[in-house]
C-alpha cells in the first residue's frame, strides 16, 4: 500500500530526525537519492547538460547539492537562481564543484539566456518551490514552470512539481509538468491527486529516515497485493447464494445500454447470481445478452418488494430522472441491504438527498458533475478540490463516495482516502461507469464494505481497461465500455496467478 501525507505531517515527522542529526543530515540524503535518481534518468552524465531551476527555500537548496553531485560525475551543470535568495550552502558547493550560475535576482522575467538553456539541456531539474509553497506560483517562477514544462530534456521535480499544493493536489496557476518526480521520505498527497498528479510524471521516493515517525495516512493507494487479498474468491462451500446475489435496476424503456454494462459488470466480476429489474424493453435485452442473470419487469408502483432477496443493490445507469424512475429508486433504497447509487440514481437523490438517509451502508459513484449537483457546488469547484469535495460528500450525506476521474477516490468518513493508481486514459469513454457500478455492486453482494468493494472495484476497473486496451505484442487501442467488462476474468487472473520465477 502506498500512503502519502500533507506537508505540515512531513515536517513534524523531519523534525523529529532535525533534532537528532548533525544539521544537514537530511538536506544530505535527499540530494544524494535525487542525484542517483537523476544520473539513472540519463543516458550518461559525462558531459550531458544539467541545468538547475533553483528556487530561495530548501527545495533549492536540495537542488543546488544535487547539481553539484552531478557536476563531480562530470556534468556540465548551470543554476538559474530564481529566489530573492539562495541556499547558500547549495550554492557554495555546487560553485566549489564547477557549476556555473545565472542569477536572476533583481530581474523582472527570465529572458533569453535562461529560454537558451532549458533549450539545450539534457536533463532540467525543477527545484523552485516544493512543500513550502503556497497559492499560485508568482514571478519569475510561472515563467520558469512554463519553459520548464516545455523543455525538450529529461524533466525531474525536486519533491513536489512547483505549482502543485502538496497537500491537496490543487493547481492555483502555472505549474510545472514532469517525467519524474523525485520526492523525499514519503508520498505528499497533492502528488496522488488530480489536477496534481497529472503533472508528476513518475514518482519516485528517496527513504531519508523518516517513515517511522509519520502518523497514520489521510491518503492511501492500494497495491496488487491489497487487492489480492481483499477480492471476494470462492471457496469448496461457496454457492451462488453464498457467493453474493446483486440486485441491478437499470436502463428504461429509452436507454438499454446501461443497463446492460452494469449487468455485465457484475456478471463479470464474479457475482453468484445477478437479479436484474426494470421495464420491459431493457429486460429483454439484458436476457439476450446475460442469459446468467435472473429478470423481472417491475412497475414504479411495486417497486422491488418482490423481486427476490439480494445481498446489495446497484440502481440508477440509464433509469432515468422522472417521477416514475423516483418512486423506483426510494423502493430500492428503502430495502436494508447496502446500496450502490450511480448516475441518474444520483440525480435522483440530489433532487432529494434525504432518500440517502438509511441504516444500511450507501456507495455513491458519482462524477464531479454529479457531485457538484449533491453538494450544490459547480463541476470546475469539484474538479479543482477533488479531496476536498469527496471528503465533505462523505461527511455531509453520511455515505462512502467513489468520485469518478482520472484519478478516482473512495472517501469515508474517518478513513483514508484511497486513491486508484490503474486508472487509464482509455476509460474516458460513454458506458465504462456502467461497468464499474456493476463491479462494485457484485464486490458489495459478497460481503465487502463499501469502502472495500468501491476501492477493489475501481483498482479491477482500470486493471480490466488496460487488459482490454493492451495487445500481446504491445501497443494499445481504443476499448468500448463491454471491453472492460469482457477484460474483467483475465485482470483477475493476473493480479492472483503466484509470481513466475
Ligand atoms: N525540512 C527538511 O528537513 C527537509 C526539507 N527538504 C526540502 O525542503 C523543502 C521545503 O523547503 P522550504 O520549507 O524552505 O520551502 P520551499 O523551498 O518548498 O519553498 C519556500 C520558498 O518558496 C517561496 N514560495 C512559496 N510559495 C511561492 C509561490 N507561490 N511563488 C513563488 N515563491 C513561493 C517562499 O517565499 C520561499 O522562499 C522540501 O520540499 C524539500 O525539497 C529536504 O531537503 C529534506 C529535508
Ligand atoms: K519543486
New binding site residues.
Given amino acids: 500500500m502506498l500512503t502519502a501525507y500533507t506537508s505540515d505531517e512531513i515536517?513534524t515527522a523531519?523534525r523529529v530526525l532535525?533534532e537528532r542529526l548533525p544539521e544537514g543530515t537530511?538536506?544530505g540524503r535527499?540530494a544524494t537519492g535525487l542525484a542517483i535518481a537523476c544520473a539513472r534518468a540519463l543516458p550518461r552524465v559525462y558531459g550531458s547538460r544539467v541545468v538547475l531551476l533553483a528556487?530561495?527555500?530548501?527545495?533549492?537548496?536540495?537542488t543546488l547539492y544535487a547539481g553539484a553531485l552531478l557536476a563531480r560525475r562530470g556534468a556540465r551543470v548551470h543554476a538559474v537562481l530564481a529566489?530573492s535568495r539562495a541556499h547558500e550552502g547549495g550554492l557554495a558547493a555546487l560553485r566549489r564543484a564547477g557549476g556555473r550560475i545565472l542569477d536572476l535576482r533583481g530581474a523582472p522575467e527570465p529572458g533569453p539566456a535562461v529560454t537558451d538553456l532549458v533549450g539545450a539541456a539534457d536533463l532540467l531539474l525543477d527545484g523552485l518551490?516544493?512543500?513550502?509553497?503556497?497559492?499560485?506560483?508568482?514571478e519569475p517562477?510561472a515563467t520558469l514552470a512554463g519553459l520548464a514544462s516545455g523543455a525538450p530534456g529529461v524533466v525531474v521535480a525536486?519533491?513536489?512539481p512547483s505549482g502543485v499544493d502538496a497537500s491537496t493536489g490543487e493547481v492555483a496557476g502555472d505549474a510545472v509538468r514532469v517525467h519524474l518526480t523525485v520526492t523525499?521520505?514519503a508520498a505528499k498527497t497533492g502528488l496522488l491527486i488530480d489536477p496534481g498528479a497529472s503533472h508528476v510524471g513518475t514518482l519516485h521516493t528517496v527513504d531519508?529516515g523518516i517513515g517511522p515517525h509519520l502518523p497514520e495516512p489521510g491518503v492511501a493507494a492500494l497495491g496488487a497485493a491489497d487487492v489480492t487479498g481483499l477480492l471476494p474468491r470462492p471457496g469448496a462451500k461457496s454457492d451462488k447464494y453464498r457467493r453474493g446475489v446483486v440486485g441491478v435496476v437499470a436502463g428504461s424503456d429509452r436507454f438499454t445500454g446501461a443497463a446492460v454494462l452494469a449487468v455485465g459488470g457484475a456478471v463479470r466480476a464474479g457475482a453468484g447470481l445477478v437479479r436484474f429489474a426494470s421495464a420491459a424493453e431493457p429486460v429483454r435485452q439484458v436476457r439476450a445478452r446475460w442469459p446468467e442473470a435472473v429478470t423481472k419487469i417491475v412497475t414504479p408502483e411495486e417497486g422491488v418488494r418482490e423481486t427476490g432477496r439480494v445481498q446489495a443493490w446497484v440502481v440508477g445507469p440509464g433509469m432515468g430522472t422522472g417521477d416514475e424512475a423516483f418512486a423506483l429508486a426510494r423502493s430500492v433504497l428503502d430495502s436494508d441491504v447496502p446500496v450502490l447509487v450511480d448516475a441518474d440514481g444520483l440525480t435522483l437523490c440530489a433532487r432529494d438527498r434525504s432518500l440517502l438517509r438509511r441504516a444500511a451502508p450507501t456507495l455513491i459513484t458519482p462524477h464531479a458533475g454529479e457531485l457538484g449537483r449533491l453538494l450544490g457546488v459547480s463541476v470546475a469547484e469539484v474538479e479543482a478540490r477533488r479531496l476536498r469535495h469527496a471528503r465533505r460528500a462523505a461527511d455531509e450525506l453520511g455515505v462512502t463516495v467513489l468520485l469518478k476521474g482520472s484519478t478516482t477516490l473512495v472517501a469515508q468518513a474517518g478513513m483514508p482516502v484511497r486513491v486508484n493508481t490503474t486508472g487509464t486514459p482509455w476509460l474516458a469513454t460513454g458506458g465504462t461507469g456502467d461497468v464499474l457500478a456493476g463491479i462494485a455492486g457484485a464486490y458489495l453482494a459478497a460481503g465487502l464494505s463499501c469502502y472495500d468493494a468501491a476501492s477493489c472495484a475501481a483498482y479491477m476497473h482500470g486493471l480490466a481497461a488496460r487488459v482490454a486496451a493492451g495487445g500481446p505484442e504491445g501497443g494499445e487501442a481504443p476499448i468500448a465500455a463491454l471491453d472492460v467488462a469482457l477484460g474483467l476474468p483475465e485482470a483477475i487472473r493476473r493480479l492472483t496467478a503466484p509470481a513466475r520465477g
Fill in positions: 515536517r523531519e532535525i537530511l538536506m535527499a528556487g530561495g527555500g530548501d527545495n533549492g537548496g536540495d529566489g518551490v516544493g512543500i513550502g509553497g503556497t497559492g499560485a506560483l508568482r517562477y525536486v519533491d513536489v523525499f521520505g531519508i
